[in-house]
């Protein structure tokens, strides 16, 4: 079930929200309870018997803190197990010309990758070590149905918290604006500049692309996943707000960053932090030789790709941003200079891979923005039939975006009913699209 869905805005969160507060919301032993099982049903509709995956990695989890049974190797590869299953098995049944089990093939278990690491963090995590989780309460700390499909990645911490801490007013506020926010950003931005990337998907032959068509393919998917990632994790975090959780950001304006480094501290961080934390700091980060330390990063990328998937586009998006990374720190890159504007325009170009359906794709995309001979470029007067009003008042959204504003919006009860009203009448006149982050 999507968080952007008509069944669960107008039935499964009302009804959810409206039996929490008259039955649920004093006790924290019946707030853990209650959040446990909706989750429980919630991630049930949703995937069905997949349920037991989750189950699975909470009671592993549970057995591993109490018994220790396993070495931290062997664990963290048994919790890795279904990810491995349903993401990256194909490969090994297409290598040997084997057919793919029907319960694998195209039914890869949304948020399995999230739960999946906020697992391993939890048992790595320190904090954890303050007090003794009961299995239930990991499955509920795992299964939390607001982030369960796609992070952000919390803490044990951040999740005691919230189970020990009713909602309050501004917490109520928020959680009506933070919503809001991520069902236009979803619905109106994110939506908008897919139908751009829809039409290229249905393309076949895009060998005589020009400058005008790549453009657009690069501007748009630059924005469209920025809003609906960014919108889904306002979404996330907005309904956490009215269970009296905080869940962490994960975006902080990426595209004002002024090198490749300060991008992944403002893009998906919970998930950067992660692959900090587990990969590159426990293969020795920066503290050692100047060569294992390009290794440690080189690694890390090729994890962050292989994470979002196998094909060689995500390889390479990862191999670029390894590269340019690597080419920051051998030329000291933020002692020399530092500059929004090109480290926008290679984050944008970056983006090809991830996006184009091959290799051939990425670079006749490319290719493209050295080619100023429109008339043979059959894809633009398709795109340029999208390019109505919505896709103008989008593109304002998307300049604004990259301003930087010296005051910070505090909602009220009207400011944030005000912007829901006006979130509710788009969402009631669009379709539902799925988020680009539930394929990972």
């Known amino acids: 079930m999507l968080l952007t869905s008509y069944p669960f805005l107008f039935f499964f969160f009302p009804i959810t929200l409206f039996f929490y507060y008259l039955l649920f919301e004093k006790n924290k032993n019946l707030k853990l309870i209650f959040l446990g ?20 990695l909470a009671i592993l989890t549970k057995l591993q803190v109490e018994k220790n049974i396993f070495n931290n190797f062997i664990f963290t590869f048994l919790l890795l197990t279904p990810l491995f299953v349903f993401k990256y098995s194909y490969i090994i049944y297409s290598l040997f010309n084997l057919k793919i089990p029907e319960m694998i093939n195209n039914n890869f278990p949304v948020g399995l990758s999230f739960f999946t690491f906020q697992a391993i963090a939890y048992y790595f995590d320190k904090n954890r070590l303050q007090s003794n989780e009961s299995g239930f309460e990991i499955f509920t700390f795992l299964a939390f149905f607001p982030q369960l499909l796609a992070g952000p990645i919390v803490n044990i911490k951040t ?51 020009s400058f005008m068509s790549s453009f657009l393919l690069i501007f748009s998917y630059t924005f469209q996943i920025y809003f609906d990632f960014s919108g889904y994790c306002d979404i996330a975090i907005g309904l956490g707000k009215f269970f009296g959780f905080t869940l962490p950001e994960n975006f902080n304006r990426p595209y004002l960053a002024k090198s490749f480094q300060e991008f992944w501290q403002r893009w998906h961080i919970t998930l950067s932090t992660f692959f900090k934390q587990y990969v590159y700091i426990r ?31 995500f390889l390479l998006w990862g191999f670029i941003h ?31 891979p991830f996006f184009a359906k091959t290799i051939g794709d990425t ?17 633009l007067p398709l795109l340029f039939q999208n390019l109505d009003f919505r896709f103008i008042v989008v593109v304002l959204c998307c300049i604004i975006s990259l301003k930087r504003f010296q005051f910070e919006f505090k909602p009220t009860y009207l400011s944030s ?24």
């Open 37 to 56: 099982i909706v989750s429980a049903y919630f991630y049930f509709l949703d995937n069905g018997e997949l349920l037991v995956i989750l189950i699975f």
């Open 159 to 209: 999740f005691r918290t919230g189970i020990n801490k009713p909602a309050s007013n501004d917490d109520i506020i928020q959680g009506i604006y933070r919503t809001s926010i991520g069902l236009l950003k979803k619905y109106f931005l994110a939506d908008t500049l897919a139908e751009i990337i829809l039409i290229y998907n249905n393309y076949q032959d895009i060998s005589n692309i």
């Open 283 to 313: 293969l020795g980060g920066n503290r050692i030789s100047n060569f294992k330390t390009y290794r440690n990063l080189w690694i890390t990328f090729f994890c962050t790709a292989l994470w979002h998937g196998s094909s060689l586009t």
């Open 322 to 352: 390894g590269f340019i990374m690597t080419v920051e720190k051998v030329i000291n890159f933020h002692k020399l200079f530092s500059n929004r504007v090109i480290t926008m325009l290679l984050i944008s170009l970056s983006w090809v």
């Open 363 to 379: 670079l006749y995309i490319y290719k493209g923005l050295m080619n100023y001979n429109f008339q043979n470029d059959t894809l």
């Open 417 to 440: 009913f005000t912007i829901f009203f006006i979130a509710l009448i788009v969402v009631l006149s669009s379709s539902v699209d799925p988020f680009i982050y539930f394929k990972f």
